[in-house]
């Protein structure tokens, strides 16, 4: 089983900026894609971004197109969320979350918690 542990979360204004990591620890690591999801208070959790581990290509939420950007660091078998131009309606816990085989996403991580101040 995979382990993924978040961190990077905070407390922003609107307009900043936060970087979340999401390190990935457990048996040989391997996987067809990594994800950030989010869920704010009261609502459903939603995709924010996407990256295909064979070939790097993302897709984004639409969001938060333009605004946020999913990378890795293969050897370190982490993936960041660079998130700018931050908005109070960013504001929710983010997952992390591992797709194997290109199905399900069968691995999540605790979860991050990023306020953005008005």
């Known amino acids: 089983q995979v382990q993924l542990v978040e961190s990077g979360g905070g407390l922003v204004q609107t307009g900043g900026s936060l970087r979340l990591s999401c390190a990935a620890s457990?048996?040989?690591?391997?996987?067809?894609?990594m994800g950030w999801f989010r869920q704010a208070p009261g609502k459903g959790r939603e995709f924010v971004a996407l990256?295909?581990?064979?070939?790097?290509?993302?897709t984004y939420a639409g969001s938060v197109k333009g605004r946020f950007t999913i990378s890795r660091d293969n050897a370190a078998n982490t993936v960041y969320l660079q998130m700018n131009s931050l908005k109070p309606e960013d504001t929710a816990v983010y997952y992390c979350?591992?797709?194997?085989?290109?199905?399900?996403?069968?691995?999540w991580g605790q979860g991050t918690q990023v306020t953005v101040s008005s």
């Open positions: 979350a591992s797709n194997p085989r290109g199905g399900s996403w069968d691995d």
């Open positions: 457990g048996r040989t690591f391997t996987t067809y894609a």
């Open positions: 990256l295909t581990w064979i070939d790097g290509s993302t």
